[in-house]
């Protein structure tokens, strides 16, 4: 805390908001629904979901969605260059939410985890730039721009996405998933959707540096506004339909209890508002909320559907695998996936990194057996059927891995 706030704290709460929004630190949390309400976003919702009820019960042979990311850093002091580790942070973050993969799934309260949902999809950094270079996926651009007003209409061009106005260009849109991290004002962050509905050279997100990876910096300190703005490019809206406490307004989700607005801090279970007052209360541990990002864990299964349906429909030749895969050693070998085989009922990781533990768990985030390794191999004798999740936690400060196998 800041001197002059010290000296403050005998006085109201709500003057210890005043310091915080004084040091930049209590950023509204999202700026998208704003921005759509704004301009050609108004009709965005009643078109997509006439464009996605024809998808969504024709496609049932989809393959695993593919989203390779450029990350735009755009930075004015050495504070905002921040490390490649909480980018690397940002990539497993949206991998472990959208794939169900999340430790705190476990936190899920009971009545909500039957609407748990898990989408097949893999977030990826670009590994190949448009000009067929190797990249490492994050662009890092100096600017003499202090600050990045959050975009407040879709109609006029937002400076941090165009090299002219200090930002940076970006990569052609239909390739790849373009975010631009910043010292943004006004949000914390926001998203223009793909399709139609904006320019594609303004399509993507823009994050305050503060928010990205494991940054520290609470409320929202996982990596989760990023989650909460990807489901948006994805077609999400807000929880509470942004209705202003109205309980007319919906999300268009079945499966999400009418909710009044939006969820400060992290409530206790259950919480009940004017729109849902009675039973499990309103699903304020969804990503599309504003609770803590300690306090969000799932998105429902009509979300999940949701998105699926909205990527096929706007965007089903977009994306390929190609963007992150490079044949030659352009990867550094301690950064490659760890090989997961099994053989005989047993169980064997091998990595080019050192391994300190190893974990099982069931679906609903239960640990079922825990491990000290310390190598770079560990096997382990399987004894139980069924879907488990095997994480694996390396000593150095790499992400560690997540993945879904099915035991036979
Ligand atoms: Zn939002």
Known sequence: MKPYCSKLTLIITALFFFCMNASGQELPPCGTSLLMESST?????????AIIENYQSEKSDRSTLVIPIVFHLIYNTTEQNIDDSLIHQQIQRLNLDFQKLNADTINTPEAFKPFTGSMDIEFCLARISPEGDITNGILRIATDETIFPSATSYDVPDPVKHTITGGSDAWNTSDYMNIWICNLTGSTAYTAPPGNFVDPAD???????????????????????????????????????????????????????????????????PLLDACTPDG?????MNYMDYSRDDCRN??????????????????????????????????PSEYEKAVVTFFNETLTVKSNAMIS????????????????????????????????ILEIIYESDRPGERVKFIMN
């Not at 976003?41 to 979901?49: K, L, Q, S």
């Not at 499990?280 to 304020?284: C, R």
Request: overall charge negative.
């Open 280 to 284: 499990a209360g309103v699903m304020y």
């Open 203 to 269: 399509d993507g997100i823009v994050c305050h540096y503060n928010h990205i990876g494991n940054s520290g910096v609470a409320p929202y300190d996982l990596g989760r506004s990023i989650v909460h703005e990807m489901a948006h490019w994805l077609g999400l809206k807000h929880i509470w339909g942004d209705d202003g406490g109205t309980c007319e307004g919906t999300d268009y989700m079945a499966d999400t209890p009418n909710q009044a607005n939006w969820t400060a801090g992290c409530p206790d279970f």
């Open 41 to 49: 976003g108004n009709d965005y919702y009643p078109e997509v979901n």
């Open 298 to 331: 799932m998105f429902s299964i009509a979300q999940v559907l949701y998105m699926q349906s909205f990527y096929d429909a706007i965007m089903p030749t977009y994306y390929t695998i190609d963007k992150c895969t490079v044949d030659d050693a352009g990867i």
């Open 357 to 388: 533990t190893f974990n099982i768990y069931n679906l609903n985030g239960q640990l079922l057996e825990t491990s000290n390794v310390m190598g770079s191999e560990h096997s382990v004798a399987i004894q139980y059927t069924g879907m488990f």
